[in-house]
């Protein structure tokens, strides 16, 4: 056997060489262990084979004259370069990788390994002096650094991205403008999947120097926000008081941290506007702007507040102009909406009052004008929020269609005013007009039944928004 190595070295020393490439295909990568140890086993074996054949890897060859110079000088250099490999496995059994930090490392770490490998090759086996082809290797390395800079640079970068964590997988951020979650992070760029459905690719170096936005930290909430412009003639506080409205009637906003609403600049012609607060993890935050930007609309429509101010004022009064909000009553012609808007009668109610009391029936039906009310639904002995409504939607249709008490408790949450529309009134214009007592009677078993499965913790039938979002659209 020793006789075979001695005379046949190149011959032994590829065959083990191919039995380690096909051991580490056939064994799965699941088995790591398995795996390190044939690759060390083999190793063993080669460096075994290399010694008996009289070769030592720290030294040149002993045949210089002879023909097996070329093979022995062949043998040691791969030699060195199996025990490299054969490191870097072992190194990545023992340190596994946590996250895209761990891998970065050893794949520094195994670099190193390389390079010192082929630096002792060439000073122990090849004789050549390491001091020079150090020289030459930095100045081809200026060189191709210089050609590389763009590149290198996304490296480096993705070395210190990786190392502090700004973001990770599966975070949702923001970098240079582009918004999207993160689906992979690697040496030269982050990759971001957007709303539609595209991926982006931002290199490194761009995100390492740019502010980065993480809406997914803290882990358990999302920040969601929204920006208008008003024309600077209109009082900056009226402007804020609407949009305060519009955070305090959207439920799924957290109370902490607190919604907030500021002025974020202003020019010659406008001010920009900025409400903005938080929302749970895994909520739609795309159909939560939409529902901001739809209260926004319609609480600085309440305040007489117009984002064209160059459109033609509408003569319409406040009542008028809640009719045409008012979907239940959109089967009504103009002239039929002025002679009910003369009936309706304007109350006014503080924060925390009561405007509809749970088994009242009411003698009215209320259209909210301004304000933000609370709709509650009791469970057992407490009762639970079912949504919040705003400027024109309605309530007290139970007593106006069959003389029902209330299914639920309104409490104003903000200052409000809310328009009357007496019994007698509402019940002629549904005895006149069919599709109203339709829509009517369509609203009222849509909100119990909504009640219902919100009580029973069951998705609702239709889930746009919450519950206000099917208030605002049933009307």
Known sequence: MLAIIQNHPLVTGTFLLLLDLLTWRLIPSEQRSWRVLCRTTLFLLFSAVIFEAGLNPLQPPPWPDSTLNLVATALEIVWWLFCARTLTVALGLLMPRFGHAGRL?????GAVIFLVAAVAAAAYVMQLPVKGLLATSGVMAIVIGLALQSTLSDVFSGIVLNTTKPYQLDDWIAIDGTEGKVVEIDWRSTHLLTNQGSTVVIPNSVAAKTKVHNFSRPYDITGVSISLKVSTQVRPRRVLDALEKTVQGISALLATPKPKVAIKGSDLESMEYEASGFIRTGENKTEIRNLMY??????????????NTGATPQPWSRPRLLLEEVKVFRALSSEEKDQLSQLM??????????????GEVSESLLVIGTGVVSAAVPDGARMVEAGRMGPGEILGEEGIANDAPSQAQFTALSSCVLYRIEKDAIRTCLDQRVEVRTALTRLRSFREQASRNLLLQKPQ???KGGFLSWLHKKQ
């Open 461 to 463: 039938a239709i889930k």
């Open 105 to 109: 490392l050893q794949d520094l770490l």
């Open 294 to 307: 739809d209260l926004a609309h319609r609480h600085l429509e309440a305040a007489g507040i117009a984002f």
């Open 345 to 358: 009668a304007p109350l006014s109610f503080s924060a925390g009052q009561v405007v509809l009391a749970l």
